[in-house]
T-cell receptor, first 118, second 114 residues
Framework: AQKVTQAQTEISVVEKEDVTLDCVYE???????LFWYKQPPSGELVFLIR??????QNEISGRYSWNFQKSTSSFNFTITASQVVDSAVYFC???????????????FGQGTRLTINP | DAGVTQSPTHLIKTRGQQVTLRCSPK?????VSWYQQALGQGPQFIFQ???????QRGNFPDRFSGHQFPNYSSELNVNALLLGDSALYLC?????????????FGPGTRLTVT
């Protein structure tokens, strides 16, 4: 069965520090997708990135960057020069395909609570 | 362009009662998935609806049921509520079934069972 592990339950850093959130996944599928979501105190999950299993190219979007390494089954997320507004719970997720219908659902990790202190 | 909307925002029910939560997908989306997020946990998949049919289901008892309407909106029903059903219920919409593109989540309904 698919599984996503976010070993860091909570991280607290001072503003402007760089911070990396770890994500390790398990799957037997050869084709899968990995996601990162941000959940601010309001509760709504905000989509950050989607990556397919065939594309290991790292991606940068402003202060955010993602490092996908298939060899270690990891999809880590780095925030550079963190800001107080980055404080939230961050979830890594893996798509899981249904054997019957080919439909996909998300399997989430436990989340990492990130606090950026001024 | 309205995103995913859910109602109500908050709900308080008593053990043993029944509850119905509602979700309207983002414009252009036809697939609705429901997730349960207990406090301090990641969301857990409940079930998914497409073309008014339940397409797949997570590890939840039959007390959890749903429905999708012709306009793609969806309901989640929970019967015989237990204290452990207290959680944030998230609805997510997407387009199609086989390719999971950006799955948009609603703000959730926070259910408290006393």
């Amino acid at each position: 069965a698919q599984k996503v592990t976010q070993a860091q339950t909570e991280i607290s850093v001072v503003e402007k520090e760089d911070v990396t959130l770890d994500c390790v996944y398990e799957t037997r599928d050869t084709t899968y997708y990995l996601f990162w979501y941000k959940q601010p105190p309001s509760g709504e999950l905000v989509f950050l990135i989607r990556r397919n299993s065939f594309d290991e190219q790292n991606e940068i979007s402003g202060r955010y960057s993602w490092n996908f390494q298939k060899s270690t089954s990891s999809f880590n997320f780095t925030i550079t020069a963190s800001q107080v507004v980055d404080s939230a719970v961050y979830f890594c997720a893996l798509s899981e395909a249904s054997e019957i219908q080919g439909a996909q659902k998300l399997v989430f990790g436990q989340g990492t609570r990130l606090t950026i202190n001024p | 362009d309205a995103g995913v909307t859910q109602s109500p925002t908050h709900l308080i029910k008593t053990r043993g009662q029944q509850v119905t939560l509602r979700c309207s997908p983002k414009s252009g989306h036809d697939t609705v998935s429901w997730y349960q997020q207990a406090l301090g946990q990641g969301p857990q998949f409940i079930f998914q609806y497409y073309e008014e049919e339940e397409r797949q289901r997570g590890n939840f008892p039959d007390r959890f049921s749903g429905h999708q309407f012709p306009n793609y909106s969806s309901e989640l029903n929970v019967n015989a509520l237990l204290l452990g059903d207290s959680a944030l219920y998230l609805c997510a919409s997407s387009y199609g079934l086989r390719e999971l593109y950006e799955q948009y989540f609603g703000p959730g309904t926070r259910l408290t069972v006393t």
